[in-house]
Structures are given as structure tokens and as C-alpha cells.
């Protein structure tokens, strides 16, 4: 994945960016399940924000590239010196999405961006919740546009694919109808 994000920025658009991982999709129904599983490690387990805005992964990191040119910062010790002794900072991209901005743990790749938290095109899920979706895409090819009649099959996912736990219910608008209905309707 970095090798596609340029030198000095770290960014995990499997994680945090839609079209991109709609795209991924596409590639992924054509690999083998393991190979898919490797990628969606880098997802992680936690609640993640997602971009659902227009900008690609390579115009968001232009725009941030382009920001840090502006302030001259250059280097690892002028972003440092940047973000002084904050955790993070926050920038705003053309189409007025944050961004976080953060110290990246990577040496060469020092810069880590990410969407922000209640941000203009972005949106909160639980990374089990996106893998759920994602993989539900990648696996199934006769799943109907109505989540709620595939309980059964989003619980087989969950539990053979995902090793996660079954869930109850499905819930209108919620968790993985929503991403579902977001996926299925721009897949």
C-alpha cells in the first residue's frame, strides 16, 4: 500500500478511503480468500473514520504534500517543529474535509494522515463492521440489496471468513446496513 502513497507521507487508504476500497473490491473477488485477508489485517479493530468525498487518494496526498510546501516545512524536523508538542494537528483540504495530521513512526515516511473525526465526507464505523461489508462484496455474489434478508449469510461471513462473533439483528439506516446500502449502491 505505501509504496503508492509518496515519501513522506504514511496513509492507509484500505482503512480510511471509499472509492479506493471500492475499486479494492473489484481486485479482491478476484484473488484467492487468504491473499484478501492479508489486506484486510491493515484495517485494524478499532472505530476508524472513513472518507466517502470525492478527492483520490492521490489528490488528497497532493493537497497535503502542497500544504506542508506552503508552510516550508520540508523535513522531518521542520514537521516536528510544526507540531511542536501537540499529538496531532488538524488541515482542511479543497473539499473542506479535515484532516489529522500526526507523527508517523516510519522515519522515512513521517508524516501519517488520516480522516478527521466528524469531518465533511467522512464517517465513523467499526472496523469489524467494514470488514464485515467488505468481505460480504469480495464473497457473495447473490446477496440482495436488502441486507436484512441476508442475516444469515452476514453472520456465515462474520464467523467463517472473519472469525467475529454472529449478531442478533440487522438494524435499518445503522452499523452494516448502512455501509452495506453505501457499498451495494456504488459498487
Given amino acids: 500500500m505505501n509504496e503508492k502513497i509518496p515519501v513522506p507521507l504514511t496513509f492507509n487508504a484500505n482503512k480510511h478511503h471509499f472509492r479506493f476500497l471500492l475499486h479494492q473490491i473489484g ?50 524536523t521542520s514537521f516536528a517543529n510544526w507540531l511542536n508538542v ?12 479535515e484532516w489529522v495530521i500526526k507523527q508517523g513512526k516510519d522515519t522515512e515516511r513521517y508524516i501519517h494522515i488520516h480522516p478527521a473525526k466528524q469531518s465533511m465526507h467522512t464517517i465513523r464505523a467499526r472496523a469489524a463492521t467494514l470488514k464485515t461489508v467488505v468481505t460480504l462484496m469480495v464473497c457473495s455474489n447473490t446477496l440482495s440489496p436488502h441486507m436484512n434478508e441476508n442475516l444469515q449469510k452476514v453472520n456465515q461471513i462474520r464467523t467463517d471468513y472473519l472469525h467475529l462473533s454472529p449478531i442478533k439483528s440487522l438494524q435499518h439506516g445503522k452499523g452494516i446496513m448502512y455501509l452495506w446500502e453505501l457499498f451495494y449502491n456504488r459498487y
Fill in 27 to 76: 481486485i479482491w473477488k478476484k484473488l484467492k480468500w487468504e491473499q484478501v485477508e492479508q489486506e484486510l489485517l491493515g484495517i485494524g479493530e478499532n472505530l476508524i473514520d472513513f472518507y466517502t468525498g470525492d478527492l483520490t487518494v492521490e489528490k488528497i496526498c497532493t493537497e497535503c504534500i502542497m500544504h506542508f510546501k506552503i508552510k516550508n516545512i520540508n523535513d522531518k
Fill in 86 to 97: 501537540l499529538e496531532y494537528r488538524k488541515i482542511e483540504l479543497s473539499d473542506s474535509s
